[in-house]
């Protein structure tokens, strides 16, 4: 298991971790505590993200495909997650709570092709299956985990302490990815240095005496 891998396994752990906190109460705050907030309108939220970020991935991934700054554009994605929690703490009606999930939506779709295209381009030839395996368990026990967890928390300290806790480690999610985006750079540096020098020997070479 390479380092890009480890680290984007390690991201994901603390961005899908700190959602786990707040996915099994999320219903129920917008139901208490927002503005024409019920059942119905919790679902019509989660469909808006899923419409919304089903409709960017598609084209998005084709872009990405072709794009050499696939970590970029990862950030940028994980960046607009980490922004959500952080608005459920200001947001008092429902029509605000519609603009979050679209904006969940929008960053998934930026983030999830990208993730998946680093995560495949990284993969271990023969281990692929494990690796995954390694991702789908950290990740699903994280989860599971967090999930306690944040009813507890909103139960004890509130809603707003709970987003908090998962904004923060949506941020410490996005640091990681700056830290590959850093190495992944620093990489791509040495190879043209590499690749220059390799030319100017060869052109050394060919000169004549």
């Known amino acids: 298991m390479n380092r890009t891998i480890k680290l984007l396994m390690l991201s994901d752990i603390f961005v899908l971790t700190g959602f786990g906190l707040i996915q099994p109460i999320l219903a129920i ?78 960053g998934s779709g930026l983030a999830y092709p990208t993730w998946v295209g680093l995560w495949s381009l990284n993969l271990n030839p023969g281990r692929e299956s494990f690796e995954w395996s390694v991702y789908s368990t950290s990740t699903g026990l994280g989860t599971a985990a967090t999930a306690a967890a944040g009813a507890a928390i909103a139960s004890l300290a509130g809603f707003t302490v709970t987003f908090i806790l998962t904004g923060l480690m949506c941020v410490l999610g996005c640091g990681i990815l700056l830290m590959l985006d850093h190495e992944s750079a620093s990489k791509g540096r040495e190879a043209a240095i590499l690749g220059e020098g390799k030319s100017k020997s060869g052109l050394d070479r060919l000169s004549p005496d």
């Open 29 to 106: 705050f917008i139901n208490e505590g927002v503005a024409g907030g019920t059942i119905l309108t919790a679902g019509v939220a989660s469909t808006l993200f899923l419409v919304t970020k089903s409709l960017v991935q598609l084209p998005f991934s084709r872009y990405i495909d072709e794009s050499e700054n696939k970590t970029r554009w990862l950030i940028l994605g994980t960046a607009l997650i980490a922004s959500v929690p952080v608005m459920y703490i200001f947001i008092d009606n429902i029509y605000q709570v519609y603009l979050a999930e679209m904006l969940y939506g929008i």
